[in-house]
DNA sequence: CTACGGGTTAGAGTGCACTCTAAGTCAAGG
DNA sequence: CCTTGACTTAGAGTGCACTCTAACCCGTAG
């Protein structure tokens, strides 16, 4: 696959995905003979989990962290798992608070509502006096 | 309140204070007859909102136009309501996104898990042998 | 043969949200 | 009077994550 391909296939720009090669975080990849860049589909799922940390927040920094320890094999994967763990829970209270968020959006809103209501109310009581 | 005081009380720099209202987010301060901003209470309700806006991933711009509507009165009291209908929409679908990151973090913990568990019972064998 | 559509590189530029610097003013305490 | 520390301004600098530019190369279809 060249790199058009993986444009269309992984979401990324061309340039996203030479910078990402460029800083680490995809490995370098295989070239044609003519030095073009030639990748396997496997690269895919590598990237859509790059998507999911990204999504969630992740530094790219803290995911170079991860990529190398994958790059340096079976040995690494507990202290991986750890790093993992522990942006878990960076998330999940991540989550925690943009539902406590999401709870005062909810009360402003009602509270706009509240205004609207009022106002009908209002309307209705001129229009009875007149 | 002076600016010291409401860095204490509301975790801003006095910098990101000066900042917000040279762009408008906050509202212009009052000044004490030295030139210095004399900020009233009813500033930290504010900020608070702005935080939370801010934490729900609101970029400054939208913050600036919802501030821009508020300063206008009780007339744009339904643009509002709308425009944190809209950002709720957004934070909510966020949520689900990363709940959904969440599995795929889990996932992939297990799957460390389980690797330490072929591990140990690999070992297990070896002593047995031994 | 040549135009075209892809690819290549190093490095510059962008947008966001701060964050800090430099140089200055001001009021109270010792 | 002088120091201290909190304040003032305009504007420069920072860090992140891209995003784009310029100038180039390569293979194939017409």
């Known amino acids: 696959m060249k790199i058009g ?31 073009q860049r030639d990748y396997d589909v496997s690269i895919l799922t590598w990237i859509e989990f790059l998507n999911r940390l990204k999504t969630t927040g992740m530094p790219i920094r803290d995911m170079l962290l991860y990529a190398a320890l994958r790059a340096r094999g079976t040995e690494t994967e ?15 209270a991540h989550v925690a608070e943009l539902q406590d968020c999401l709870l005062v959006l909810d009360t402003k809103i009602a509270g706009y509502a509240g205004v609207e209501e009022r ?3 209002h309307d209705a009581r001129q229009t009875k006096r007149r």
């Open 78 to 92: 507990a202290e991986r798992k750890a790093l993992l763990e522990e942006h878990r829970e960076r998330v999940r």
């Open 5 to 35: 391909e993986l444009v269309k296939r992984s979401g990324l720009s061309a340039h996203t995905i030479r910078y990402y090669e460029r800083i680490g975080l995809l490995p370098p990849a295989d070239r044609d003979r003519s030095g």
């Open 119 to 121: 106002i009908k109310i």
